[in-house]
């Protein structure tokens, strides 16, 4: 607990620049026959624009619940959420998914793949085609378009995958734990290619993962998950300097952000470990 | 065992730096290939001598009146047969109007079956509405409906139409919900996500998604198809492969009942052709598949 003063913790207000989602009070009730499990309780937060938000957690806090109801796919039961200013109602495809799956059609190649969006859109082919290459080229798969998924590793798939989303020029990225089914090498590679990639198309994100290296790698501001019922317990201000690499993960500063996190993380964990076993 | 993860764990690595690792996949792909391909080629090979020894021992046995010809003639008066039958004309008949009887019937059940299955898939309302009939006509053995045919239709073509319908339907359907159901729901939610609607979710995700197991579920409906026509023709017909080898039956003749079935598993083999081309048309990205 040394590093606590020289960390400073956030209201869940937007940082720099005009929120884009704003999330009040929401609250998730899952039920399952006469059972019910409270995945989320009166979560608030904002998220500025351009800025990545990293959300970590331990398993089952409602992380992926969270990004569901941003998305569209859950409603809340209570509270809303809203992205300039208009509510999330359904599914919306502003908020743009990447799936720790890749979720990449099997039957369409890597060009018809990243094309979906727009070809559901309505527009035409030649135009959506050169939209598609541009962002095949963007994630540094020129030569791969006309394989199929099938046909590439896991860091590929997601690079796809996140190709696929940005030609839809979604106004958030949802991320839900992303780089957690590549090998440790192939990840610290994508990390460096997503920031670079932000950076370049000024998205908004709001990332998923369990790895609090990762989280401080990439975000702005980091949020810690409380066990259930989910609600963001604490919100860091990651003050590491730009551009960051994997060096950056030896600096003091680095060592003593990750400490608080994990001080919050482990207590969580904790708690959680305790309601389970008391089950 | 060793052998086989050296390749993979070089491709591991090489994915790190990101590019070749496809490229390479493929090439190690290639490699076990060429040694399928060789052991292919020998179980091609065991077989045709298989083949040739049981002819030789099948010719053998009658000639040598080892067997009776009222059980069994030589393969060559088979052959004498089948080449008299192609000649003359009825053969190549039979085999074209069982083979037009199949393909309406089936194209029929394919196309209604396909249909009702998308949208049973995927609502739970409309399954649980047909649930209890599907349950009722489901067991049914294909050649239940002949009778019931017979009385609807009266013996033609629109009552061989119907058996091949009528005997393939619900096995199709059964199938055809199980392969819409079994889309992962994941592209469903992908292609909600890039902005989907719910039509053409089913035209982009949820029809290329289940056709894999729709093919062979349709591959399937169709070896029915020729069970059901067979037997519609021995029950009640003047033409087709099933009266022929029927008619055969009727003279005591083993030779033309032989040539017929013998047709009729050429035509099967021909249907499993057919169809791995088409799955090489139209299931391309499972072609190069490496998981």
New interface residues.
């Given amino acids: 607990m040394i590093a606590e003063a020289q960390i400073s913790v956030q209201q869940p207000l937007a940082k720099a620049g005009e929120p884009i989602i704003r999330a009040e009070n929401l609250s998730m009730l899952y039920r399952r026959g006469d059972q019910s499990v409270e995945a989320l309780r009166g979560l608030n937060l904002e998220v500025g624009e351009g800025e990545i938000f990293c959300i970590v957690g331990s398993s089952g806090c409602g992380k992926s619940t969270f990004l569901n109801i941003i ?1 569209g ?1 859950l409603k809340p039961t209570s509270g809303s959420v809203s992205l300039r200013g208009s509510p999330i109602v359904g ?1 919306d ?1 502003r ?3 990447i ?1 720790q ?1 890749y ?6 190649t890597v060009q018809n793949n990243v094309e ?2 727009l070809k ?2 309505g527009m035409p082919k030649g135009e959506r085609r050169e939209i598609a290459r541009k962002y095949i080229a963007l994630v ?1 798969l020129n030569s ?1 378009q006309d ?10 798939r997601q690079r796809v995958a996140l190709a ?2 940005l030609a ?1 020029n979604p106004e958030v990225l949802l991320m839900d734990e992303p780089f957690a089914a590549v ?1 440790a ?2 990840r610290q ?1 994508l990390q460096d290619e997503l920031i670079r990639i932000v950076e370049q198309t000024r998205k908004t994100v709001i990332f998923v993962t369990h790895s609090i290296d990762e989280a401080l790698l990439l975000s702005h501001r980091v949020g810690v998950f409380s066990s259930r019922p989910g609600r963001l317990k604490v919100i860091l201000d990651n003050d590491l300097p730009r551009p960051r690499s994997s060096a950056s993960q030896l600096s003091p500063r680095f060592l003593e952000l990750k400490t608080a996190i994990w001080d919050v993380v482990q207590e969580e964990v904790r708690r959680q470990m305790e309601v389970m076993e008391n089950k | 065992m060793t052998e086989q993860s050296k390749p993979r764990l070089v491709a591991a690595i090489v994915d790190s730096s990101g590019i070749k690792a496809a490229a390479l996949a493929v090439e190690t792909a290639h490699l076990y290939r060429k040694s399928d391909r060789r052991q292919a080629q020998l179980a091609f090979g065991v077989g045709l001598l298989s083949i040739a020894a049981m002819l030789i021992i099948w010719e053998g046995m009658t000639r040598l009146g080892v067997i009776d010809p009222v059980i069994l003639v030589p393969p060559t008066r088979v052959l004498q047969i089948f080449w008299r039958q192609l000649v003359d004309g009825t053969l190549p008949l039979d085999l074209l109007l069982s083979t037009y009887r199949v393909l309406i019937g089936f194209l029929i059940s394919a196309v209604t079956a396909i249909a009702l299955g998308v949208v049973l898939g995927m609502s739970r309302v409309a399954q649980a509405m047909f649930d209890p009939i599907l349950s009722i006509i489901r067991p049914l053995p294909s050649l239940a409906w002949i009778p019931l045919a017979i009385m609807w239709f009266g013996i033609g073509e629109k009552e061989k139409y119907a058996i091949v319908f009528m005997g393939t339907f619900a096995p199709l359907l059964v199938l055809v919900i199980d392969a819409v159901e079994r889309v992962d729901v994941l592209y469903v939610k992908a292609a909600r996500n890039l902005g989907a609607s719910r039509a053409q979710v089913v035209r982009e995700v949820i029809l290329p998604g289940a056709l894999p197991s729709i093919m062979s579920g349709l591959k399937l409906a169709l070896a029915i198809s020729w069970a059901c026509i067979i037997s519609a023709e021995m029950v009640g017909a003047t033409s087709g492969l099933g009266f022929l080898i029927w008619v055969g039956k009727d003279y005591g003749d083993i030779g033309r009942v032989i040539v017929g079935m013998l047709v009729i598993s050429a035509t099967v083999v021909v249907i499993d052709a057919v169809f791995a081309a088409l799955n090489r048309m139209l299931v391309p990205w499972l072609r190069n598949a490496q998981a």
């Fill in positions: 998305a796919f599914v495809k908020c743009g998914m799936f799956e979720a990449l059609f099997p039957w369409k979906f969006g559901m859109g540094g791969f394989a199929y998924p099938a046909e590439l590793s896991g860091g590929m696929r989303c839809n090998d090498m192939t590679l």
